[in-house]
């Protein structure tokens, strides 16, 4: 017997209702992607003929005439279904196993093969009475075999498009693992082609002092590590002197670690282990630096983190007393290298009387000659008291301090008057003057006296220049009383009182 005949010889007498052969390489079983095994419906057979799958069907010669069957006067209009005895399910996928199309989520699909398996042996020929039922059926069912054709091209054609968008899509991703400010990494998918772009798509916002590793330029392939460490303000006094640094560490030793700061043997304002937010913190720091402290004639080196110079003082071993201070700002900060001198400083007072000067009032005198002055009281010095501070540093006495002063007597003014009268013109007109007090106060009243110089000589102390010009002869000193008295008188009429400076005031005594 033909193949061809094979469908339905093998159906015949096995159901009253009509269904198909199952065809693997069918486009419902394609379009579908349905396995064989599964409960199959016919999208072309209306439902009543479509009631049962697949799975229901008797396998092939192991069927009984059907126990319904009425005699052919009696049978049921044809597009009815007729009574059957019901069979428990079975699984033919033994007899009828056939490869389908598999659409797999690798980068390509694959297309399995679809050769079908060779038919089973020809079954034993159906009963007479069985066979008009059979060619019913038979004329009720359409030939599909160029429609199925027909149809499964276009899906063909779409399977092979997203199979190709597939393999771009696939193509783009990338698989790369990102780590923010030191959490655990996170292996993430991403379509990016740099890595601002992840950082964009994962939401990371980064600032100018942020690191991104690598650069945020970077392009990414798959298998890439992105790493952010965020950084953190820090501000930092070192050594006295403020600076706004920033910083990706955790904490403060990290931090002093990145900032290149030498961390041993020195003060730090918080702990080594204290987490830095992302607020920052304030950090103090104090380096360990050498000084050097001169103190009572020794010098001491020490090394210290003091914040201030009078704090190493005290690490030194050296007390400050009293006055004492330092050669620099006690309160400054110790600088690498310094040396500090202490200086030991004593103090004390002394007081001492200073004289006021007096003052001196001139007075005119119309009835003394001028030139010629008289002293009408004389005047007195007057009494200061003053205080100084006197001050030794290391034993070396300081310049006095003028701290006060108090007035122990007032001075006295002296008062002098002074001539306004015409001198004489002729020596004459000098003779109401006490000639006999001026040769007194001059050489004691002896015409002969000569000064311990011996320039000046006679009753009035000429000198011989002077004696020459007013017509004297010899030394003044060897002329009688008499001719040096008149000298004297002309001498005044000339100069008045002034050649007699102390005591030309005796003149008008």
């Given at each position: 017997?033909?193949?061809?005949?094979?469908?339905?010889?093998a159906?015949?007498?096995a159901?009253?209702?009509t269904?198909?052969p199952?065809?693997?390489?069918?486009?419902?079983?394609?379009?579908?992607?349905?396995p064989?095994?599964r409960?199959?419906?016919?999208?072309?057979?209306?439902?009543?003929?479509?009631?049962?799958?697949?799975?229901?069907?008797?396998?092939y010669?192991?069927?009984?005439?059907?126990?319904?069957?009425?005699?052919?006067g009696?049978q049921r209009?044809?597009?009815?279904?007729?009574p059957?005895?019901?069979?428990?399910?079975?699984?033919?996928?033994?007899?009828?196993?056939?490869?389908?199309?598999?659409?797999?989520?690798?980068p390509?699909?694959t297309?399995?093969?679809?050769t079908?398996?060779?038919?089973?042996?020809d079954?034993?020929?159906?009963?007479?009475?069985?066979?008009?039922?059979?060619?019913?059926?038979?004329?009720?069912?359409?030939?599909?075999?160029?429609?199925?054709?027909?149809?499964?091209?276009?899906?063909?054609?779409?399977?092979?498009?997203?199979?190709?968008?597939?393999t771009?899509?696939?193509?783009?991703?990338?698989?790369?693992?990102?780590?923010?400010?030191?959490?655990?990494?996170?292996?993430?998918?991403?379509?990016a082609d740099?890595?601002?772009?992840?950082?964009?798509?994962e939401?990371?916002?980064?600032?100018?002092?942020?690191?991104?590793?690598?650069?945020?330029?970077?392009?990414?392939?798959?298998?890439?590590?992105?790493?952010?460490?965020?950084?953190?303000?820090?501000?930092?006094?070192?050594?006295?002197?403020r600076?706004?640094?920033?910083?990706?560490?955790?904490?403060?030793?990290?931090a002093l670690?990145?900032?290149?700061?030498?961390?041993?043997?020195?003060?730090?304002?918080?702990?080594?282990?204290l987490?830095?937010?992302?607020?920052?913190?304030?950090?103090?720091?104090?380096t360990?630096?050498?000084?050097?402290?001169?103190?009572?004639?020794?010098?001491?080196t020490?090394?210290?983190?003091?914040a201030?110079?009078r704090?190493?003082?005290e690490?030194?071993?050296?007390?400050?007393?009293?006055?004492?201070?330092?050669?620099?700002?006690?309160?400054?900060f110790?600088?690498?290298?310094?040396?500090?001198?202490?200086?030991?400083i004593?103090?004390?007072?002394?007081?001492?009387d200073?004289?006021?000067?007096?003052e001196?009032?001139?007075?005119?005198?119309?009835?003394?000659f001028?030139?010629?002055?008289?002293?009408e009281?004389?005047?007195?010095p007057g009494?200061?008291?003053v205080?100084?501070?006197?001050?030794?540093?290391?034993?070396?006495?300081q310049?006095?301090?003028?701290?006060?002063?108090?007035?122990?007597?007032?001075?006295?003014?002296q008062?002098?008057?002074?001539?306004?009268?015409?001198?004489?013109?002729?020596?004459?007109?000098?003779?109401?003057?006490?000639?006999?007090?001026?040769?007194a106060?001059?050489s004691?009243?002896?015409?002969?006296?000569?000064d311990?110089?011996?320039?000046?000589?006679?009753?009035?102390?000429?000198?011989?220049?002077?004696?020459?010009?007013?017509?004297?002869?010899?030394?003044?000193q060897d002329?009688p009383?008499?001719?040096?008295?008149?000298?004297?008188?002309?001498l005044?009429?000339?100069?008045?009182?002034?050649?007699?400076?102390?005591?030309?005031a005796?003149?008008?005594?």
């Amino acid at each position: 017997m033909s193949n061809s005949h094979y469908p339905q010889q093998a159906y015949e007498g096995a159901y009253t209702q009509t269904y198909d052969p199952f065809d693997p390489h069918s486009a419902e079983t394609v379009a579908y992607n349905r396995p064989y095994d599964r409960p199959f419906t016919d999208p072309y057979r209306p439902a009543h003929e479509t009631r049962w799958g697949y799975e229901d069907r008797t396998p092939y010669g192991s069927h009984e005439p059907y126990a319904g069957h009425e005699p052919h006067g009696d049978q049921r209009p044809h597009d009815a279904p007729a009574p059957y005895t019901a069979r428990p399910p079975h699984t033919h996928r033994a007899l009828h196993e056939a490869p389908t199309l598999v659409v797999a989520r690798d980068p390509a699909p694959t297309l399995v093969d679809l050769t079908p398996l060779p038919p089973p042996a020809d079954p034993a020929p159906l009963p007479r009475q069985d066979r008009r039922g059979t060619r019913r059926r038979r004329a009720r069912t359409p030939e599909r075999g160029d429609g199925s054709v027909r149809r499964l091209l276009p899906r063909a054609l779409v399977v092979a498009f997203l199979a190709g968008g597939t393999t771009a899509f696939v193509a783009k991703d990338k698989a790369v693992e990102l780590s923010v400010d030191g959490a655990r990494p996170r292996t993430l998918h991403t379509f990016a082609d740099d890595v601002a772009g992840l950082l964009e798509e994962e939401g990371v916002r980064v600032g100018p002092h942020d690191v991104v590793a690598p650069g945020p330029d970077a392009e990414l392939t798959s298998g890439d590590e992105v790493v952010v460490h965020y950084a953190r303000p820090v501000r930092l006094t070192l050594d006295g002197r403020r600076h706004e640094v920033w910083t990706t560490a955790h904490t403060v030793e990290g931090a002093l670690r990145q900032l290149g700061v030498r961390a041993e043997g020195a003060y730090l304002s918080a702990s080594r282990s204290l987490p830095i937010g992302r607020a920052g913190l304030a950090l103090d720091v104090r380096t360990e630096r050498t000084v050097t402290v001169m103190a009572d004639g020794r010098a001491r080196t020490i090394r210290t983190n003091a914040a201030t110079v009078r704090d190493a003082v005290e690490e030194a071993g050296v007390t400050l007393r009293g006055q004492d201070t330092l050669s620099v700002a006690p309160d400054s900060f110790p600088r690498e290298g310094q040396t500090v001198t202490v200086l030991r400083i004593t103090s004390s007072r002394e007081t001492h009387d200073e004289a006021i000067p007096y003052e001196v009032r001139r007075t005119p005198d119309p009835t003394l000659f001028q030139g010629a002055e008289v002293v009408e009281q004389t005047g007195r010095p007057g009494l200061r008291r003053v205080t100084y501070a006197l001050r030794t540093v290391n034993g070396v006495r300081q310049r006095p301090h003028r701290i006060g002063s108090e007035v122990v007597r007032a001075p006295r003014a002296q008062v002098v008057k002074v001539g306004t009268k015409p001198l004489p013109v002729s020596p004459a007109g000098a003779d109401g003057l006490n000639w006999k007090a001026l040769a007194a106060c001059e050489s004691g009243g002896r015409p002969n006296a000569v000064d311990p110089s011996g320039t000046y000589g006679g009753l009035y102390q000429f000198d011989a220049r002077t004696w020459h010009a007013l017509g004297g002869k010899g030394r003044p000193q060897d002329a009688p009383a008499a001719e040096q008295t008149y000298r004297a008188k002309k001498l005044y009429t000339r100069r008045g009182a002034a050649p007699w400076p102390h005591c030309g005031a005796r003149l008008h005594n």
